[in-house]
């Protein structure tokens, strides 16, 4: 009985890297079609999220299942727990590389902006992108240094988050109606992608360590600018 | 100790109902003080999302000792896990209302948004603030009539929010910069709060019928128009 949690259990962390490395291939391959108006990438990516969906109805059924078959108590249920949100977030990070690639794609063949936006944007990309690797990495290897990368991670998108806002409000800049949608909707899906990854990097440091993260606000939040606008 | 597991039970149901109704109150608080510019109202909701995230970590809690402690299976294994998922929901349903009062916080004493912008964004708000109080009511009850509501009203907003993409591309609507972003974010948040009323709605449908909704693309992804923009 033993023997055959311990294998489940092995195919539950299994499955969540799997599903970790086609959320981070997903926003790699998103970031990829932004900066180069990439159409078949970019499909690519819209059809991957499927394959990250069906993982985690899998990981869903897998880690009930064990709940009810095994009872495990203690770390091994935190583990359990941990594992079903966690396919969960990686769920909502694969839905954002898609948001993505989708953008590229209604704009192909265009590029979606031109200019100071553009770069913002690919940075933006290169940095989800990032935090998308680190994240497999962390659930490969439990290592929490790759957690304090992904919190770093973070903080830059939430600055370009909030860099983004003021290039969209200087008039200075010329952009057409669509332009500025998808700036804004881009800059956020990006941004929340780099949150997703760093609810996952706090849970993994709280599976490891036993401590909570503080649950504060995110740096995002302050970032938008709505505090100190009167 | 069944005795104990009953009150347990009832005690996750009860504060998960509170919770619901805190989402529901939250986004009623947002709608309003979007369309009035009420300050007073946008900062009890911003604060309330305290309390929101506190009722979430405890429902944690609660639904991990009863794991643990009572091992349950079949019906009662799926509803604990169901409740801390739908906890979750709630907690970002919570925080998108809190957004909202940030925009309209931002911009008082103005409103918003003027004119037809204005009246889309007060009526996204109010199919919004239907959608969390038919969340709360199912969470009571388990009428499943009220889960079909609940779809209903998120059909309306993904509509509406294909809408907001409509007006903001239409060059005779004269927008200024920031009244751009916050209609895009506005329209956009109140559709995801639609999105994680819909997500409650089937895990319950799931919990009384057994049956799952089929997992399709959110009607808003195909309202975003990138599918058919070319």
Redesign the interface.
């Known amino acids: 009985m033993r023997e055959i949690f311990k294998q489940e259990m092995q195919q539950l962390g299994d499955d969540l890297l799997k599903q970790g490395r086609e959320a981070a291939r997903s926003m790699e391959g998103a970031a990829e079609s932004l900066k180069n108006a990439n159409l078949a990438l970019a499909e690519q990516v819209i059809d991957a999220d499927k394959r990250i969906?069906a993982l985690e109805?899998n990981l869903d059924e897998m880690?009930?299942s064990l709940?009810?078959r095994q009872?495990p108590?203690?770390a091994d249920?935190?583990t359990v727990?941990s594992a079903?949100?966690i396919s969960?977030t990686l769920e909502r990070m694969g839905d954002l590389a898609r948001?993505v690639a989708?953008?590229a794609?209604?704009?192909?063949p265009e590029r979606v902006n031109s200019g100071e936006v553009y770069d913002l944007l690919v940075e933006m990309a290169e940095h989800a992108t990032i935090v998308g690797h680190r994240v497999a990495e962390l659930l490969d290897s439990h290592d929490l240094e790759l957690a304090e990368r992904i919190e770093e991670e973070d903080s830059i998108l939430d600055k370009l988050h909030q860099k983004s806002?003021s290039l969209?409000?200087?008039?200075k800049q010329h952009m057409e109606?669509?332009e500025?949608?998808d700036t804004?909707?881009l800059a956020?899906y990006m941004e929340r992608y780099g949150d997703h990854g760093v609810s996952i990097a706090r849970r993994i440091t709280f599976l490891v360590t036993g401590i909570h993260a503080e649950?504060n606000m995110s740096i995002g939040?302050v970032a938008?600018?709505?505090?100190e606008?009167?």
Chains 1, 2 share one sequence.
């Open positions: 969906d109805r880690g009930i709940l009810a009872a108590v203690a249920l935190r727990v079903l949100r969960s948001h989708y953008v794609r209604g704009r192909y806002f969209i409000l200087d008039e109606r669509q500025l949608i804004v909707l956020r649950r939040d938008l600018g709505y505090e606008r009167q």
